[in-house]
């Protein structure tokens, strides 16, 4: 009897090894092609996974390493050259710029695990860091937006320069998230510096052919208001005064009011004033719509009642 067990089990073994050879030496993806090492190395990972082999490490390694495997157990494949082992045993995204965007475009790995890469690239810091950011920025891929976002929280002066300058850039992209971030991003980086090129994207986005100018306009108008600059005062009593906002579009308005109201300048003040007399002289007639420019007139008043400096807008 242990005799014919044995002999069952070299046979598996025998077959097994001779279905790797098969799979190394060549057989065609497609007939009358030949396979490519990539191929080949691939088609022999998905067996190995299917066999439960080894367990198989999500970044490419040669076909000796596979083989030793097979041969002598299971054993730590090594990371490409240009990559770094995190604590877990996980590898990071690669450095190299090329390599960093293919790792952002591949859809084997999550989402959030890509998202968070991105953070981590933030974080790492450095020219290298700046740059595979900055590729990621560029490339028509779905996360462009979210590598411009942490091209804003990039630390050190030099960094900070580079990424503004590249931010600013930024603020009238056709993607309408990309400008988002990019005017977000200018607003953490430069402060009050920011409040010109921040103040001119609202104009810049008005007529996108997204149609998307009013999101971006809010995101701008909301990095304003954070940032409390009396510099802004002008454009945002400009956007308050114009005709659209007046006619309808309140709530626009409210951001416009909040963020006046956090200046804290007598001129803001005034021109909060100024709207809320506005709106009274255009309450409708219609029962719901006069209630709704009500709440906006109380809402405009409160903010003038409100005693913010521009210390408490930023806590």
């Known amino acids: 009897m242990k005799g014919v067990l044995w002999s069952v089990v070299s046979t598996i073994v025998v077959v097994g090894i001779a279905l790797v050879a098969f799979r190394l030496l060549g057989t065609s993806p497609e007939p009358g092609s030949a396979a490519t090492e990539a191929e080949r190395e691939d088609v022999f990972r998905a067996d190995l996974r299917l066999a439960e082999v080894v367990a198989v490490a999500d970044e490419p390694a040669g076909d000796e390493n596979l083989l030793a495997a097979v041969e002598g157990g299971p054993r730590e494949i090594e990371p490409e050259a240009g990559t ?3 604590e877990e045993g996980g590898v990071k995204p690669p450095l190299r710029n090329e390599d960093f965007v293919a790792f952002l475009t591949d859809t084997s790995t999550p989402l959030p695990e890509r998202r968070k890469a991105i953070g981590d690239m933030a974080q790492r810091g450095g020219r290298d860091a700046f740059e595979a950011l900055t590729a990621a920025a560029e490339a028509r891929i779905y996360l462009n937006w979210a590598a411009v976002r942490s091209l804003g929280d990039l630390e ?3 960094l900070k320069n580079r990424a503004a300058e590249f931010l600013r850039g930024k603020t009238c992209d056709p993607d309408m ?3 988002c971030e990019a005017i977000r991003g200018c607003g953490r ?7 010109p090129v921040v103040a001119a994207s609202i104009e810049k986005n008005r007529n996108r052919p997204d149609g998307h100018g009013d999101i971006v306009a809010e995101t701008a108008v909301e990095v304003l208001g954070e940032i409390a ?3 802004a005062v002008p454009v945002l009593t400009a956007e308050l005064q114009r005709p659209e906002v007046l006619e309808g579009h309140l709530e626009y308005g409210s951001e416009l009011v909040r963020a006046l109201s956090r200046t804290g300048t007598p001129e803001a003040k005034k021109a909060i004033a100024a709207y809320a007399e506005e709106l009274e002289e ?5 029962r719901l719509a006069g209630k709704y420019y009500e709440t906006k007139i109380a809402e405009a008043r409160a903010c003038l009642n409100q005693k913010e400096s521009k210390e408490v807008a930023h806590d």
């Open 84 to 86: 770094e082992t995190g």
């Open 189 to 195: 980086l430069l402060g009050e510096e920011a409040v």
């Open 177 to 179: 998230r990309v400008a």
């Open 282 to 286: 255009r309450i409708p007639d219609d």
């Open 156 to 158: 050190g002066a030099g």
């Open 229 to 231: 600059s009396p510099e």
